[in-house]
T-cell receptor, first 112, second 114 residues
Framework: QKEVEQNSGPLSVPEGAIASLNCTYS??????FFWYRQYSGKSPELIMS????GDKEDGRFTAQLNKASQYVSLLIRDSQPSDSATYLC????????????FGKGTHLIIQP | NAGVMQNPRHLVRRRGQEARLRCSPM?????VYWYRQLPEEGLKFMVY????????ESGMPKERFSAEFPKEGPSILRIQQVVRGDSAAYFC????????????FGPGTRLTVT
């Protein structure tokens, strides 16, 4: 059974700084990873997907994957108060469509 | 483009009643997934369906829960004889046929069992 672990936080970051969110997983055969943002009372919103080792950048967001260390991270540059939310890390087994295993999320607070 | 649609958004049922939750995937998406989020818990995968087929139901409780995705119409998650522990947010997600496997979530149905 694959596990996805995240520090629940809260993680407090001043506005304009870089927020760093981390995630580890226990199954060596996981192929795909996703970061979602969830505001309180709302549904998860896909931010980034990453499938191969290295970095992937999209605007202010950078996802990093290290399969040897079983580690996934999300960096948010120039943090804004609107980035305050819970960030969910998720992994998919195999290389195809399947149900995702989610971590419990990290609560991020951006302090103005 | 319309996103994933779910209805109802809020559903109140008494213990012992049936709950039916509906999900229409995004246009062009053929994979549907159901997840449950209990208060203070993470999202848990329940079932993965394609049209007329259940692909993976490893996360579904063995009793009272069923899901379908008929050839025509929305996917339905059915909970029979609801109990208070079924109170949760139920999310549907869909993904396209391409090889990104990115899943996009609907707004969810908040089920309250009284």
């Amino acid at each position: 059974q694959k596990e996805v672990e995240q520090n629940s936080g809260p993680l407090s970051v001043p506005e304009g700084a870089i927020a760093s969110l981390n995630c580890t997983y226990s199954d060596r055969v996981s192929q795909s990873f996703f970061w979602y943002r969830q505001y309180s009372g709302k549904s998860p919103e896909l931010i980034m997907s990453i499938y191969s080792n290295g970095d992937k950048e999209d605007g202010r967001f950078t996802a990093q994957l290290n399969k040897a260390s079983q580690y996934v991270s999300l960096l948010i540059r120039d943090s804004q108060p609107s980035d305050s939310a819970t960030y969910l890390c998720a992994g998919g087994e195999g290389g195809g469509a399947d149900g995702l295993t989610f971590g419990k999320g990290t609560h991020l607070i951006i302090q103005p | 483009n319309a996103g994933v649609m779910q209805n109802p958004r809020h559903l109140v049922r008494r213990r012992g009643q049936e709950a039916r939750l509906r999900c229409s995937p995004m246009k062009g998406h053929s994979h549907v997934y159901w997840y449950r989020q209990l208060p203070e818990e993470g999202l848990k995968f329940m079932v993965y369906l394609q049209k007329e087929n259940i692909i993976d139901e490893s996360g579904m409780p063995k009793e009272r829960f069923s899901a379908e995705f008929p050839k025509e119409g929305p996917s339905i998650l059915r909970i029979q004889q609801v109990v208070r522990g079924d109170s949760a947010a139920y999310f549907c997600a869909s993904s396209p046929l391409d090889n990104t496997y990115e899943q996009y979530f609907g707004p969810g149905t908040r089920l309250t069992v009284t």
